[in-house]
């Protein structure tokens, strides 16, 4: 039975999908490799955590030995690569961390496997020949886009943040590992994600969070920054699909469709609380607006027309039916 190494599946993406890939793919193995920072939480795997396939290994992906170790003991045939420091406020404030664990975490990953998989430059060893590194991005290395148009897999790269800086750079890493030693990658760069078990800290969480417990709900500048919204499940599927399907060398942008500001969202979660939580004044009235974050980009929008054309991916889940469900598991996760 084959193995494949996760990085990063006790945080918020990698904790949905494990279960998921797991579900779908009785023929495989995982291993999960976690450094458990405070981005992850085993608590989103206790699903999986006595699964005959499933196992799990605290570590970092900057750590070269432990890479390798793990390599040689599970013959791994593939990476699926979630690893990654992703908020990006954190960023602004200590981008050295993002450097460290985006860029060269990536790197390390990268060529570990190439090693192990590949005698040389192009060629692969027996039995590895079908092996895969597949590397998970965000549509914030395209930047920021007016009040028009799309992100397409050929728009140019150009990120604001320390943050998505680090994600290209890791992403440029991963295409030069294809264009250079001919190792078989795929990329796929996503929308924003929504669903259970992202973190409190990430905006979705927060305005739950912060209405329930009758506190001001922060909305950055005047809330009118824009993001396309993708269900957590969705973006598993297209991960799989694109894992499977994909073709080496190629990006993969999975989006939403569900454009809205930040206004919107708050104002949306509010009105769902005061439907299914109802107290005497409606929970809009929390909404504060502060001070914007620097360098904010206005707008992201993923057309995802290449994924569904050629892999054939959809998105099943509607906006409303999937933030329904996010309130209510946030809603049993802080115990209303």
């Given at each position: 039975m084959q193995t494949v190494l996760i990085t990063g599946g006790a945080g918020f993406i990698g904790a949905n999908f494990i279960p998921y890939f797991l579900e779908n793919n009785r023929n495989l193995k995982v291993v999960n490799l976690d450094l458990l920072t405070y981005a992850g939480n085993l608590s989103n795997l206790t699903a999986v955590e006595n699964h005959s396939r499933y196992h799990f290994v605290k570590g970092d992906i900057c750590d070269r030995s432990l890479i390798e170790a793990l390599f040689d003991k599970h013959n791994f045939t593939g990476v699926i690569h979630f690893a990654a420091e992703s908020h990006v406020d954190n960023s602004i404030k200590k981008p050295d961390a993002f450097v460290r664990t985006n860029i060269f975490g990536t790197f390390n990953l990268l060529d570990v496997a190439r090693n192990y998989w590949m005698d040389v430059a192009n060629v692969y060893k027996k039995g590895f020949e079908a092996c895969r590194f597949y590397h998970i991005s965000t549509d914030e290395v395209y930047g920021t886009l007016g009040a028009t148009g799309l992100f397409t897999e050929k728009t140019p790269?150009?990120?604001?943040?320390?943050?998505?800086?680090?994600?290209?750079?890791?992403?440029?890493?991963?295409?030069?590992?294809?264009?250079?030693?001919?190792?078989?990658?795929?990329?796929?760069?996503?929308?924003?994600?929504?669903?259970?078990?992202?973190?409190?800290?990430?905006?979705?969480?927060?305005?739950?969070?912060?209405?329930?417990?009758?506190?001001?709900?922060?909305?950055?500048?005047?809330?009118?920054?824009?993001?396309?919204?993708?269900?957590?499940?969705?973006?598993?599927?297209?991960?799989?699909?694109?894992?499977?399907?994909?073709?080496?060398?190629?990006?993969?942008n999975i989006g939403g469709k569900n454009e809205y500001n930040n206004l919107y969202i708050a104002t949306k979660i509010c009105a769902i609380l005061d439907e299914i939580l109802p107290q005497k004044a409606s929970y809009k009235e929390q909404i504060t607006f502060v001070e914007d974050r620097l360098g904010h980009d206005f707008r992201y929008a993923i057309d995802a027309s290449k994924i569904e054309n050629e892999l054939g991916w959809k998105s099943d889940e509607s906006f409303d039916e999937g933030l329904k469900k996010t309130i209510k598991w946030y809603l049993k996760k802080y115990k209303q």
């Amino acid at each position: 039975m084959q193995t494949v190494l996760i990085t990063g599946g006790a945080g918020f993406i990698g904790a949905n999908f494990i279960p998921y890939f797991l579900e779908n793919n009785r023929n495989l193995k995982v291993v999960n490799l976690d450094l458990l920072t405070y981005a992850g939480n085993l608590s989103n795997l206790t699903a999986v955590e006595n699964h005959s396939r499933y196992h799990f290994v605290k570590g970092d992906i900057c750590d070269r030995s432990l890479i390798e170790a793990l390599f040689d003991k599970h013959n791994f045939t593939g990476v699926i690569h979630f690893a990654a420091e992703s908020h990006v406020d954190n960023s602004i404030k200590k981008p050295d961390a993002f450097v460290r664990t985006n860029i060269f975490g990536t790197f390390n990953l990268l060529d570990v496997a190439r090693n192990y998989w590949m005698d040389v430059a192009n060629v692969y060893k027996k039995g590895f020949e079908a092996c895969r590194f597949y590397h998970i991005s965000t549509d914030e290395v395209y930047g920021t886009l007016g009040a028009t148009g799309l992100f397409t897999e050929k728009t140019p790269y150009a990120p604001n943040s320390p943050y998505s800086a680090s994600k290209a750079s890791s992403d440029f890493m991963v295409r030069s590992y294809f264009h250079t030693y001919g190792m078989n990658v795929i990329t796929t760069s996503c929308s924003n994600n929504y669903g259970p078990k992202q973190h409190d800290e990430k905006l979705i969480p927060t305005i739950i969070r912060k209405a329930i417990s009758g506190e001001n709900i922060p909305i950055y500048g005047d809330g009118k920054n824009v993001r396309d919204w993708l269900y957590v499940l969705d973006h598993c599927k297209g991960i799989e699909l694109a894992y499977q399907n994909g073709k080496a060398g190629e990006t993969y942008n999975i989006g939403g469709k569900n454009e809205y500001n930040n206004l919107y969202i708050a104002t949306k979660i509010c009105a769902i609380l005061d439907e299914i939580l109802p107290q005497k004044a409606s929970y809009k009235e929390q909404i504060t607006f502060v001070e914007d974050r620097l360098g904010h980009d206005f707008r992201y929008a993923i057309d995802a027309s290449k994924i569904e054309n050629e892999l054939g991916w959809k998105s099943d889940e509607s906006f409303d039916e999937g933030l329904k469900k996010t309130i209510k598991w946030y809603l049993k996760k802080y115990k209303q």
